[in-house]
């Protein structure tokens, strides 16, 4: 159990240090956060609004950060290069986030090519019921990139890197909460960049 919290620790970390400079970003992030937290109370409800929420909203706030407020030029605060850190991401890098999202925007052509979706839903009568269908398909499209990567990464390192990976990622809206709340006065200030100095720099596990 040390181990393993001490994994999640070093993964949050790094996902911090390397990926969430820019406050945008980070505000950002904050807007997903809330967004996957209520996508989380809605699972118990209506789970097929709570994937609309968390795709339209929280993985939209989220990837629209990434990639286009992000500085993606040399990091001097880690001294490193952005292909570098593309190459250690232990998630979903920028290449391995745009295949998720084409798979995600692509989905929805699928349904109306084929309103069954090979038998899995009986045929919308109307649109209502088409944005159902899609919301239930990305839903599945959701748990199945969290779950493709988790075993991707038994296969490359180990079941204890997965594993940790999958926790951080199931737990980052609470940990994004935490540490990004103060992000929009930030940039309300005009503090478009975090220093990242008020923490000591942890090495990057391989």
Same mark, same amino acid.
């Given at each position: 159990?040390? !181990?393993?919290?001490? /994994?999640?620790?070093?993964?949050?970390?790094?996902?911090?240090?390397?990926?969430?400079?820019?406050?945008?970003?980070q505000s950002l992030h904050l807007l997903s956060a809330v967004s996957f937290l209520c996508a989380y109370l809605l699972l118990l409800s209506d789970p097929a609004l709570a994937a609309l929420v968390g795709w339209l909203v929280a993985m939209v706030a989220r990837q629209v950060g990434h990639f286009f407020f992000e500085p993606k030029d040399? !990091?001097?605060?880690? /001294?490193?290069t952005h292909e570098y850190k593309e190459e250690i991401k232990v998630g979903y890098n920028l290449q391995r986030k745009m295949v998720l999202l084409a798979i995600w925007a692509a989905s929805p052509l699928l349904l109306y090519a084929d309103p069954t979706l090979l038998g899995v839903f009986p045929a919308h009568r109307n649109p209502a019921e088409f944005v159902r269908h899609?919301?239930?398909?990305?839903?599945?499209?959701?748990?199945?990139?969290?779950?493709?990567?988790?075993?991707?990464?038994?296969?490359?390192?180990?079941?204890?890197?997965?594993?940790?990976?999958?926790?951080?990622?199931?737990?980052?809206p609470f940990h994004d909460v935490k540490l990004y709340w103060r992000a929009p006065l930030y940039v309300?200030?005009?503090?478009?960049?975090?220093?990242?100095?008020?923490?000591?720099?942890t090495p990057q596990r391989a």
């Open positions: 159990m040390r !181990d393993f919290l001490g /994994q999640l620790k070093t993964q949050r970390w790094d996902d911090h240090r390397y990926y969430h400079h820019s406050r945008i970003n040399y !990091d001097e605060v880690n /001294q490193a899609m919301a239930q398909m990305w839903l599945f499209i959701g748990a199945g990139g969290l779950m493709f990567r988790t075993l991707h990464l038994f296969y490359l390192k180990d079941a204890m890197t997965g594993m940790v990976w999958l926790t951080k990622i199931l737990t980052d309300l200030r005009g503090e478009l960049i975090d220093p990242m100095h008020a923490t000591p720099h």
